[in-house]
């Protein structure tokens, strides 16, 4: 049977609030039963989950030494949602019933990232996340730990060919506005109304060529200091959440 490991309080929490049928078996650290643990315990037992106690040494090896809280899982692997899902949502109900607000990464490899990536998506009200199945951080254990429960909740389009989806996204009416240091407007100036995409590429180098010529627009953050850019999760918020406030 395939699985994965799970860890971290907010991560196990939401699995178990959402998707329960995926935990096979719940190990806690000894002598943990305090005010944050005691609800997933409850919770825990009153689903029939069977729940074994370990030291901290065998919890960190679970998790290659990742910081766990003091509670780890192994569970089934979460549904991957692929182009196909995508479109089907675009032409559903819920995707009509008011303007697409989709995230669209591009080459974030790093699990940290695309984890607190998730948990501004979802604190920002964002439909969906789209990467690209090369060239993208997987979500495993670290991303859905920093993602502090999102992971559980956020749809992840995991496709495989990132330029033909923006071309979908395009077909069904949505705009698409790249980030790129060297773009004339910057995100005050952008509107953000209407369905809409927004594409955030990788630290440093960007979005590659063909993501780029995909993009409707172009916009930048305005930089006063010394640095060249910023981490990809605090440009993200930054971005999407003056979407917001226009949007709101």
């Not at 993208?136 to 254990?141: E, I």
Request: glycine share 8%; aromatic share 4%.
């Amino acid at each position: 049977m395939s699985s994965e490991i799970a860890y971290g309080i907010h991560s196990l929490t939401a699995i178990i609030q959402h998707e329960p049928e995926r935990v096979i078996e719940l190990f806690v650290l000894k002598g943990r039963e305090d005010d944050r643990i005691k609800p997933i315990l409850e919770q825990a037992y009153a689903l029939g989950f069977s729940v074994q106690y370990a030291s901290r040494k065998t919890l960190d090896d679970k998790c290659d030494g990742e910081q766990h809280q003091g509670v780890v899982a192994r569970v089934r692997p979460a549904k991957q949602r692929d182009e196909g899902d995508l479109k089907q949502w675009l032409q559903s109900v819920e995707g009509r019933n008011k303007p697409p607000f989709l995230l669209v990464l591009d080459g974030i490899t790093d699990p940290h990232n695309l984890g607190a990536v998730l948990r501004t998506a979802d604190a920002a009200g964002i439909d969906g996340v789209i990467v690209p199945k090369d060239r993208s951080a997987k979500l495993n254990g670290t991303a859905r730990k920093v993602a502090c429960g999102a992971a559980e909740v956020m749809p992840l389009y995991v496709v495989t060919n990132l330029a033909r989806s923006l071309k979908t996204l395009q077909d069904n009416n949505v705009w698409i506005i790249g980030t790129a240091g060297e773009a004339t407007a910057d995100v005050f100036e952008m509107k953000f109304s209407g369905p809409l995409a927004i594409v955030m590429g990788a630290e440093g180098t960007g979005m590659r060529r063909l993501t780029r010529e995909h993009c409707d627009e172009l916009v930048k953050i305005p930089m006063a200091g010394s640095v060249s850019s910023l981490n990809v999760s605090v440009a993200t918020g930054v971005i999407l959440y003056e979407a917001v406030r226009q949007r709101s």
